[in-house]
Each structure stands twice: as C-alpha cells, then as structure tokens.
Nanobody, 126 residues
C-alpha cells in the first residue's frame, strides 16, 4: 500500500501550509504514522508522529508550530505547519511503521519507519 503526500509548495515566512498524506489501511490500524523531512544538503530528521491511539510526538523544532493529526474515516494523515520559517525548507515524507501505540520520542528519521511516500517539497522564503 502506497503513501502519497500532497500540499507542499513555495511559501513566505510566517504563513501556513497543510500537508496531507493518503494512507489507506494505515490510519485506523496498528501503525505509528508520522512525518520526517530532509532539508537540502542535510540528513533526514524526524518531525512528528502519531500513534494508533492518537498520542502525538514532536521534534523540538516542531513544537508549538506544527501539528500532526489523522482522519481515520478519510484514511488521511495531516501536518499543519504554522508560522513557517526558512529552516522548514525540506522534502517532507509521510511514513508508517507497524508498532501499534508505540512511536519513538522524539520522532524518528527515515530508517526507523517501514513505509514512506515519495515526498512533497516545502520551500520557505524570508
């Protein structure tokens, strides 16, 4: 089952974007779901995660500005990004791991996850 991200784009500092991820079969079952990103020229980094029971986890850089949520009826994962900063510029990936109520804290980068999409680019200019 593929994960497919949408909602990225170019934005000015301070505005908001909402990323979405079509995740049929993942959001309401025994999976930790999350987002990780790769800034240009840098390593992958975990951003946010939500367990099957709705518990959320955030990287320090995301706390207070980014919110992860899921809609089980729509099989969709979201990342609401407010007060965007240039350092949020990155390729954002939706991810899933069959781990039930467990998600790492802080959220893990790429290789902890079992499945991920092709990514959506977010570019924030000052």
């Amino acid at each position: 089952v593929q994960l497919k991200e949408a909602g990225g784009g170019a934005a000015q500092s301070g505005v908001s974007l909402r990323l979405s991820c079509a995740a049929p079969g993942y959001t309401s079952s025994n999976y930790c779901m999350g987002w990780f990103r790769q800034p240009p020229g840098k390593e992958y980094e975990g951003v946010a995660a939500i367990s099957s029971d709705g518990t959320t986890r955030y990287a320090d850089s995301a706390k207070g500005r980014l919110t992860i949520s899921k809609d089980n009826a729509k099989n969709t994962l979201y990342l609401q990004m407010n007060s965007l900063k240039p350092e949020d510029t990155a390729m954002y990936y939706c991810a899933a791991r069959r781990s039930g109520t467990y998600c790492t804290n802080p959220p893990a980068p790429k290789y902890w996850w079992h499945y991920w999409g092709q990514g959506t680019q977010v570019t924030v200019s000052s």
